[in-house]
């Protein structure tokens, strides 16, 4: 097999001309007017940042996976990335806190649906785990998946 049955790139670019969204908005996420011209489509991707310390020890491998199976595989069947991280942050008595973590990428749409099966995932995490939070954030990308063959190179966006 060659390199076409392999390779799949997802190109992500920042919609240029998409102007910031305001408090309480929602983006068209899909829709013609994002700015991002013929090629691809207009996403979303959003970031969930999952500490794994709580106070009876830290989130082991075997319940991370388990969470990620039941509660975010089933309502996002279509794709995601998950990656380790190892993250700090500034206390507020000044010192350094350091915690390790699963960071999740979900490219989708702005549809309500979409948004409140997020929304129960950091829910269902928080509760499950006892965490305080879990660090969200959304942008918007221009995605095009683009299968590469040996005689072609990718094209500038």
């Not at 799949?8 to 983006?27: E, Q, R, W, Y």
């Not at 829709?31 to 989130?59: H, I």
């Not at 995932?121 to 928080?126: N, T």
Request: with cysteine; net charge neutral.
């Amino acid at each position: 097999m060659d390199v076409l049955s392999l390779a799949v790139t997802v190109t992500l670019a920042a919609c240029a001309t998409t102007p910031p969204p305001t408090v309480g908005s929602v983006a068209k996420a899909g829709s013609a007017d994002q700015g991002c011209g013929p090629l691809g489509t207009a996403y979303m991707r959003t970031t969930l940042y999952f500490g794994l310390t709580r106070p009876t020890g830290a989130v082991s491998e075997p319940e991370w996976q388990t969470f990620l199976r039941e509660e975010v595989m089933s309502r996002f069947p279509d794709g995601l990335t998950v990656l380790e991280g190892d993250g700090q942050w500034r206390r507020s008595d000044g010192s350094i806190g350091r915690e390790r973590s699963k960071v999740l990428m979900i490219l989708h749409d702005e549809k309500p649906a979409t948004v409140s099966a997020l929304e129960t995932v950091v829910v269902r995490y928080k509760k499950t785990f006892a965490q305080e939070s879990v660090l969200w954030e959304s942008a918007r990308l221009h995605g095009v998946l683009n299968a590469l063959m040996p005689d072609r190179r990718f094209e500038k966006l």
